[in-house]
């Protein structure tokens, strides 16, 4: 079975209209996806969330409804993952909703299978992270810990993830690393952004240098 063959049951969640019909019109775009309900705000969607138990929530996220997104973060653990679709916020901000739940953030550009690959690899259990919020969480982060390394290397990698390290530190574009792993290359994307946000890297030659400094690969 390929990962387009499971129907993931969506909420979607934005403030506007337009926002609400144009999320729902870009998921309907794949096969993948069902929207299961919509609301207006993080805080009406707890509702829906509990009656509906959807596989994952999208939240288009406004810049006053960051409190509100990491409370629903909070509320849907037990339920379903969220991930947030808006501007890259400050990283307190960005901190505070990962640490109160939050599955997954992509930035307001990203395409339909983008966000689809996204929802996919979430409801598998996964965290997704696009590259700049990764890479702003890695320059953002003030805590140095042993050997300077950032404390984001504290949350340790998956095995997914470890392989994907593998295959960039042999200099594999993700093209070739999604066949190698018989993934999308936007998920293989996902994967190289969580890697570069858990060892505090900025790049991917930095991500591999720290990873063989810390024996977590062997060149």
């Given at each position: ?6 129907t ?6 934005a403030?506007?209209?337009m ?18 309900g ?8 707890v ?20 409190r ?5 973060g909070?509320?849907s653990?037990?339920?379903?993952p ?8 400050l ?18 550009d990203?395409?339909a299978d ?10 598998q259990?996964?965290?997704?992270l696009a590259?700049?919020v ?12 042993a ?5 984001a ?54 991500a ?9 690969i062997?060149?």
């Open positions: 079975m390929s990962e387009h063959d499971v993931i049951r969506v909420l979607v969640v403030r506007q209209p926002a609400r019909a144009g999320l729902r019109g870009l998921l309907a775009e794949r096969g993948d996806l069902y929207v299961v919509q609301a207006g705000s993080p805080e009406q969607a509702e829906p969330l509990t009656e509906l138990a959807p596989d994952v929530v999208l939240v288009a996220l406004h810049p006053d409804e960051a509100e997104t990491s409370l629903l909070l509320v653990r037990s339920v379903a969220v991930v947030a679709l808006g501007e890259l916020p990283v307190p901000a960005l901190r505070a909703l990962l640490s109160a739940g939050l599955r997954g953030f992509l930035l307001p990203a395409t983008e966000i689809g690959a996204a929802l996919n690899a979430v409801a259990g996964l965290t997704v590259p700049a990764g890479s702003l969480l890695a320059v953002g982060n003030p805590v140095v810990v050997d300077g390394l950032t404390a290397e504290v949350e340790a990698l998956t095995e997914r993830e470890r392989e994907v390290l593998q295959l960039l530190a042999v200099g594999l574009p993700n093209k070739i690393i999604a066949a190698r792993l018989q993934i999308s290359e936007h998920t293989v994307k996902f994967h190289v952004g969580a890697i570069l946000a858990k060892l505090g890297a900025t790049s991917r030659t930095e591999v240098t720290r990873a063989v400094r810390q024996g977590l062997a060149l």
